[in-house]
């Protein structure tokens, strides 16, 4: 089975933590909005949001085609992904747990989107700079260390291996996590910088998961888009650290 | 098995969802939060936060025991309960549908408690009020019509019957649009009053789940704690229409 990824196309964004799952998984899929001409682009994907056409449309992209399902909501792709594609433990604690930790990387990432956006996603970055200065301060000094503590907590006590967040093998999670460092990173390089060096578990993560021969592979080609200031992670100088 | 409920005592909140499906579900569970003396309170939530005790802790309540699980995050206790407790479809299709849907309101409930914390959470209301009345236009004007219209079309959509989001019977995210309705009148009466004219399918849901025996018993119980202005939904007026 083909799947069918469905994300803005031009910025890795939420369908990123999609597309690492599919590649750690090797799985044959087409990046529909990315593909040139008839059967591709974004038209495609904006005729499958349309509810005159659905009667169980998304809300809004990523979504994944898998045969007959269309599936809606990034935890949700991979909550289907990660049973298929042995990307999560099999056992019912361990589904859960997976699930919790990649909804709480969620929270992470809503709030990572508004530093530059807080007072509305309809409004350009530049209409809401000021108000974008204060989220940010507080989300730098309160946010980044508190959810990095947690992976890095969780890394530390997992009993099997501090070098998974789960278990012994690689699962969804922690390609999230993976890319929530990178995004960080390029959103406030100042900032992790500093923050990194008090969570070398999540550091070491970030560094098994880059090294992974399919994930490899990957951000080596040109199906990995670079950040820019049109997605999720942006990077703004004025909104990090001063040094 | 009795449940073990957590979450902080004295407000509705995201525990009101979990506490509409062990409602609805007939389900034994304890609001441990609430619960006076030892055993019971604050204290017994804080301990289970408390990751020198927890190898997996939750990052934030909600969270619920399970006999020997822990689950934490809203939608992922939902998708728990829903299987356990027939409150969503068996079929694969369906479950993932009612989580999509499930987690797509989870987005409106953050969104709708950042329109009085624009800035931070670790901030009072009255340190970011200007911020706050810029983005309760954008939530008004733009985010509620869209999030009600979209559930609007899911309701008329639904092949098997225009009373449920899902198939014939009551699913979980059914209490949870319940909930969200409650939760907007009250921080919105004005703008509601408005919109909700344009929107009777998910108004006839509100008061089918509203009239349903177990969520009649509960809502007119000492168990069903009213909206205030520590919550995720509060009123200040001036955050709401002006007429």
């Known amino acids: 089975m083909r799947y069918e990824l469905y994300y803005w196309a031009g910025i890795p964004g939420r369908g990123e933590f999609v597309r690492l799952a599919l590649e750690e998984a090797g799985a044959d899929y ?58 999560a433990p099999k056992n019912e604690a361990g ?14 990432v809503q709030e990572a989107h508004d530093t530059h956006h807080p007072i509305s996603g309809g409004l350009y970055y530049e209409d809401q700079k000021r108000e974008a200065a204060r989220r940010d301060s507080a989300f730098r000094a309160d946010r980044i260390p508190k959810f990095l503590g947690y992976f890095e907590h969780v ?9 998974f967040l789960i278990g012994r093998r690689t699962s969804y999670p922690d390609l999230s996590l993976f890319h929530l460092v990178e995004g960080l990173r390029y959103a406030f390089p100042r900032t992790m910088r500093r923050v990194e060096r008090r969570h070398p578990r999540v550091v070491a993560l970030r560094d098994r998961i880059a090294a992974r021969p399919r994930i490899a592979a990957y951000l080596n080609s ?9 997605g999720i992670f942006r990077h703004y100088p004025e909104l990090d650290a001063k040094k």
Chains 1, 2 share one sequence.
Do not use: C
């Open 30 to 87: 087409v990046d529909v909005a990315r593909q040139p001409g008839r059967g591709g682009g974004m038209d495609r994907m904006m005729r499958l949001m349309d509810g005159r056409r659905s009667a169980r449309p998304p809300f809004a992209p990523p979504f994944l085609r898998a045969g007959q399902l269309l599936i809606g909501q990034t935890a949700n792709i991979l909550l289907y992904l990660g049973a298929r594609h042995d990307l």
């Open 95 to 108: 589904r859960l747990w997976a699930h919790q930790l990649q909804l709480t990387m969620a929270d992470l």
């Open 155 to 163: 890394l530390a006590h997992n009993k099997r291996s501090d070098g």
């Open 222 to 230: 040109e199906r990995r888009q670079p950040f820019n200031e049109s």
